[in-house]
């Protein structure tokens, strides 16, 4: 039986111009082609929830979504793995200190519960369970996840962080308010914590300038329907806030 569903580039750009979306010529059909419908178009309509859809009137709009996505998760992939690295070695060395041991097996032996140092009497379910958590301690160390998922628009939020957290970066930064409701709230917690990592000043400083930039690039593609939800109102007055207090 035929599959129905499939629809070829011209027939997507079709559908697109039914939709009120201006798309033409070769080179937005390429474009089309390298980000795909559904990852690109469907994944990119809409802002946090499917029922926000994003007004876009031009697939130029779409594609500069895209790009300015893809610009934000490799502006904040590296310094996300520095903290995320640092972090780690600092928390083993708090551990290999207090085991009075210099082997990282006798961190995962003595530190981590596992099966092979499981109490004796212990059920095998249960066994299981302390050699999982002990895996899975082990592949969160020696690898590192990158996920090719929407970031600009937070969705990615699974829990909504602490309050003692958010009153922390209210203090120490300075801030306003902080909700993790936007991008800008995440850039401000990754400057935090490369502050605290001692990162030097002009490092941090131009990791929001390059933020800044790419956002006003962004901010110029689109329309000013779409940009009036994608980026927050006061967005640029908090990363000078934000500058300041580095």
Do not use: W
């Not at 070829?8 to 390298?34: E, F």
């Not at 300075?174 to 991008?183: A, E, L, R």
């Not at 850039?187 to 002009?202: D, E, F, N, Q």
């Amino acid at each position: 039986m035929a599959n129905t569903d499939y629809k070829s580039p011209d027939a997507l750009m079709r559908h697109l111009r039914d939709n009120g979306i201006s798309i033409s010529g070769s080179s937005q059909k390429q474009q089309l082609i390298n980000t795909g419908y559904f990852h690109g178009y469907k994944g990119y309509r809409f802002f946090v929830s499917s029922s926000n859809r994003l007004p876009f009137t031009s697939y130029n709009e779409i594609n500069a979504t895209i790009q300015y996505d893809t610009k934000l998760k490799s502006l904040l992939y590296g310094k996300m793995m520095f903290i995320e690295t640092a972090l780690k070695n600092i928390a083993l060395n708090t551990i290999m200190s207090e085991i009075d041991s210099s082997s990282i097996y006798d961190m995962y032996d003595k530190a981590i519960s596992s099966y092979k140092n499981a109490p004796a009497g212990t059920r095998e379910d249960i066994k299981k369970k302390y050699q999982n958590n002990k895996l899975n301690l082990q592949g969160s160390i020696q690898n590192a996840i990158a996920h090719n998922d929407v970031v600009y628009d937070t969705r990615f939020k699974k829990m909504d962080p602490s309050r003692p957290m958010k009153q922390c970066l209210i203090l120490e930064m300075g801030m306003p308010y902080i909700n993790f409701k936007t991008i800008g709230d995440y850039i401000i917690l990754i400057c935090y914590y490369l502050k605290l990592l001692k990162v030097s000043k002009t490092e941090i400083k131009s990791s929001i300038r390059e933020f800044e930039k790419i956002t006003r690039e962004y901010e110029s593609s689109v329309n000013p329907n779409v940009s009036a939800i994608s980026i927050h109102p006061d967005l640029f007055s908090r990363l000078n806030i934000l500058k300041n207090s580095i």
